[in-house]
């Protein structure tokens, strides 16, 4: 069974830029949830998405969205780059994302540089 | 809310010895779940354990074993029999037991195991 794929890898862009990063998730899970990872902050959580809805949601500005796609693929996209976005970007997927001790599964992130 | 405090930002293990990484938690839900996760330089995080609040054993998957005191609200982590690709990062995260499961955070614990 094939893992979480995250894509792309590395990305690089400059301020006021907005970029697009997708995750498909274990087939046959249908929630998908991300999490952002800086050295100062940590693992924080930015939104999780089940059946093309935003479920759940962290405490991040508006410039940072997602959505979910009827295969449950899904993509962040995070407007107006700012350095502070600096980060690796962690995809998981579940089976539902609400059964007590439910493994999230992780992709290997998508490692962002704004310059 | 939720809270989870690593106090040992690196750790260095004789291969074949064990090894136990700290971790207490803050909550005031009445169940709640307990994780740890191994994050190795590829950046994929990768489950190890879980053990629920009203578990009355021990979780144990293999070289890992949860040391839970409730009582003390700590969840440490023992590593049995260390191996050279033990070497990563380890975090310790929590989640409420009922409803979304959105992953807490320590700041983790890297450990490093020498021949």
């Known amino acids: 069974k094939a893992g979480v794929t995250q894509t792309p890898r590395y990305l690089i862009k400059t301020r006021g830029q907005q970029v697009t990063l997708s995750c498909s998730p274990i087939s046959g899970h249908r929630s998908v949830s991300w999490y952002q990872q800086t050295p100062g902050q940590g693992l924080q959580f930015l939104f999780e998405y089940f059946s093309e809805t935003q479920r759940n949601k962290g405490n991040f500005p508006g410039r940072f969205s997602g959505r979910q796609f009827s295969n449950s693929r899904s993509e962040m996209n995070v407007s107006t780059l700012e350095l502070g976005d600096s980060a690796l970007y962690l995809c998981?997927?579940?089976?539902?994302?609400?059964?007590?001790?439910?493994?999230?599964?992780f992709g290997s992130g998508t490692q962002l540089s704004v310059l | 809310a939720q809270k989870i405090t690593q106090t040992q930002p690196g750790m260095f293990v004789q291969e074949k010895e064990a090894v136990t990484l700290d971790c207490t938690y803050d909550?005031?839900?009445?169940?709640?779940?307990l994780f740890w996760y191994k994050q190795p330089s590829s950046g994929e995080m990768i489950f190890l354990i879980y053990?629920?609040?009203?578990?009355?054993q021990n979780a144990t998957e293999g070289r890992y074993s949860l040391n839970f005191q409730k009582a003390r609200k700590s969840a440490n982590l023992v590593i049995s029999a260390s191996q050279l690709g033990d070497s990563a990062m380890y975090f310790c995260?929590?989640?409420?037991?009922?409803?979304?499961?959105?992953?807490?955070f320590g700041t983790g614990t890297r450990l490093l195991v020498s021949p």
């Open positions: 053990q629920g609040s009203y578990d009355q």
């Open positions: 995260a929590m989640s409420r037991s009922t409803g979304f499961q959105k992953l807490v």
């Open positions: 998981a997927s579940s089976l539902d994302g609400v059964r007590s001790g439910e493994k999230l599964f």
């Open positions: 909550t005031s839900d009445p169940s709640y779940g």
